[in-house]
């Protein structure tokens, strides 16, 4: 896209014009269309259920049963407050990204956002890194998702047996390999309602939260059985070889793996109503609700855990959360727990399996995947959704799950896969705003301010950062062996060397960015263009003008919805 003509794109983003399809309110339609695309999906995700979909995938109590293996290592102190720091900090990340998400809602909006702002020498490797990573972390995050299921699934069956039986690799693939097709298939039969079923989803991971805060503690009933505030707020562990401190922070890759599915709401802002104002507050009310209700969850869990970590951590049931429960309210309540555990964990699957197909289709829209062509066909019969993405990543998915067949180092590191990939993707759209495209920035309905805008931004790419280098640490200590080692550092480097390598290999040659798709650009915008290329806009006046245009916009959509 011409510089100028993406520079007027986003100053008159929300602007109001006459639908080209029935698939979109006006004012969303002509919305996409100033940024080049025409609507292709059909909007059918209210501002709640686009919070609903990132909320399911976060799957709150699921994720936090996957991720104790990180945080009971450094004790109470560490799944407490590893927890609230950890969260307020990706909160901070998530205001960074709620301000690109009002001002230029896509489907594609981290590499398209990346494109827009980076330098003209660097924006097509960097918006081809930044998409590559953005998908293989998406697909890491349902391949970790659903190995999770997996593990739970066949530790509720090792409760039953009473720990006499032990599930082999194969076991544990052949169960993520079924759950994996299960997705593909429900993705593809239930997109007339999958807005609708987020809010079932997140019903259900309600009841789960409230039913674990009300079980564990009235389990164990006598006040000696649980533990006492000061065991719960100030005692330390090191369950690690690294210093305290450091084992600390690694308890926080618990809630960063847990709290890392906000951006599902960008990759859903073509199916949703009122996007400028659904995205940034879908983002930041899952965000917000998971660090809270996270917060409560981990003092229930350190009040009622027993104070012998290491057993808890080598539980013959597999998951550190069966044992706590089974501790807690015995056999017959862990397993109806647990049982309602791993469905949870199952909805949480079927959501990233809808948010990573967005975001592949969005790629494969501008070009840039293998078979584009083939995988950016829209299917009508189903429901206006990319039918051949779903299946695309429920196959990638099958093949990296082949991870499960290695040793539980491998596989485990789906979830670092998930959490160094996506920071990349979330870092560099927001890096590249601040260092070269902060002139060319016009927000949208929400905005920090001009005041606080950039400080965000900054403090946001530091912690993502320091989460990429802390994904990649060995978790036990800093003499691994082959079984212990975090070979995290090895896929991401295979998947970041290799996209670098393919865009400056072959791609380099036919990749320019993001495509427009829509049949003509509205007259105004091209009007504009000429302007600008004779002089330049105040950015003031662009930002009051793109305020009220905004207004109008919201209002114009909720009019829309509420006929």
């Not at 009841?207 to 005692?235: C, D, Q, W």
């Not at 562990?237 to 951006?263: H, K, Q, R, V, Y």
């Not at 199916?271 to 660090?291: D, F, H, Q, R």
């Not at 089974?326 to 017959?332: L, P, R, V």
Request: charged share 15%.
């Amino acid at each position: 896209m011409h510089p100028d003509l993406e520079k007027v794109a986003s100053r008159h983003s929300h602007a109001a014009a006459p639908p080209a399809e029935l698939l979109a309110g006006e004012a969303d339609a002509e919305l996409l269309a100033k940024l080049g695309y025409k609507q292709e999906l059909r909007r059918n995700f209210t501002m709640i259920e686009v919070f609903g979909i990132a909320f399911s995938i976060m799957g709150l109590l699921p994720s936090i049963a996957s991720t104790l293996a990180f945080s009971i290592p450094a004790g109470p102190v560490g799944m407490v407050w590893g927890w609230f720091l950890a969260s307020g900090c990706i909160f901070i990340v998530g205001v960074a990204m709620a301000d690109l998400g009002s001002a230029m809602p896509t489907s594609g909006g981290l590499y398209w956002w990346t494109h827009y702002f980076a330098s003209p020498k660097a924006r097509n490797a960097l918006s081809f890194l930044v998409g590559y990573s953005n998908t293989l972390g998406l697909v890491g995050g349902l391949c970790s998702i659903d190995y999770g299921f997996a593990l739970m699934f066949c530790s509720v069956i090792v409760i039953a047996r009473d720990g006499e039986w032990e599930p082999t690799n194969g076991i544990v693939y052949a169960v993520f390999l079924a759950c994996v097709l299960c997705h593909g298939v429900l993705a593809s039969t239930l997109s007339k309602i999958m807005g609708k079923l987020q809010t079932v989803f997140v019903a259900m991971n309600l009841i789960l939260i409230a039913a674990t805060i009300i079980a564990l503690p009235v389990g164990k009933r006598m006040a000696s059985e649980r533990n006492n505030a000061h065991y719960i707020f100030t005692k330390t562990e090191n369950l690690t070889t690294w210093p305290t401190g450091w084992a600390f922070m690694l308890s926080w890759l618990s809630p960063i793996w847990t709290i890392g599915a906000f951006d599902s709401c960008v990759h859903m802002s073509e199916e949703a109503a009122n996007a400028a104002k659904a995205v940034p507050y879908g983002i930041l009310m899952s965000i917000g609700s998971c660090w809270v209700l996270g917060f409560i969850i981990m003092i229930v869990i350190a009040s009622c855990i027993s104070p012998d970590l290491e057993s808890v951590l080598g539980s013959s049931f597999g998951q550190p959360m069966a044992q706590i429960y089974y501790d807690a309210i015995g056999k017959q309540g862990t397993l109806g727990l647990m049982s309602l555990l791993f469905i949870v964990q199952f909805l949480m699957g079927l959501s990233i399996t809808v948010a990573a197909s967005r975001q592949t289709w969005a790629f494969s829209r501008d070009g840039a995947l293998p078979f584009s062509n083939f995988f950016r066909k829209i299917s009508q019969k189903f429901g206006y959704i990319p039918l051949r993405c779903v299946w695309g990543c429920v196959l990638l998915a099958a093949i990296l799950g082949l991870l499960c067949l290695i040793a539980p180092a491998a596989a485990s590191a789906l979830f670092s896969l998930a959490v160094a990939g996506n920071n990349v993707a979330w870092g560099t759209p927001i890096l590249c705003r601040v260092v070269w495209g902060q002139k060319k920035f016009v927000p949208g309905p929400f905005y920090t301010g001009d005041r606080f805008s950039t400080p965000i931004a900054w403090a946001a790419v530091l912690f993502l950062i320091f989460g990429i280098f802390l994904a990649m640490f060995p978790t036990s200590g800093p003499d691994p062996t082959p079984q212990s080692m975090n070979y995290t550092v090895v896929i991401n480097m295979a998947v970041w060397g290799g996209a670098l390598g393919y865009y400056f290999i072959d791609a380099r040659k036919w990749f320019t960015g993001p495509k427009v798709t829509v049949d003509e650009l509205p007259e105004g915008v091209l009007a504009e263009t000429e302007a600008v290329g004779s002089s330049d806009i105040d950015v003031a006046e662009s930002v009051e003008h793109f305020k009220e245009v905004g207004e109008k916009v919201g209002e114009k959509n909720n009019s829309i919805e509420s006929s």
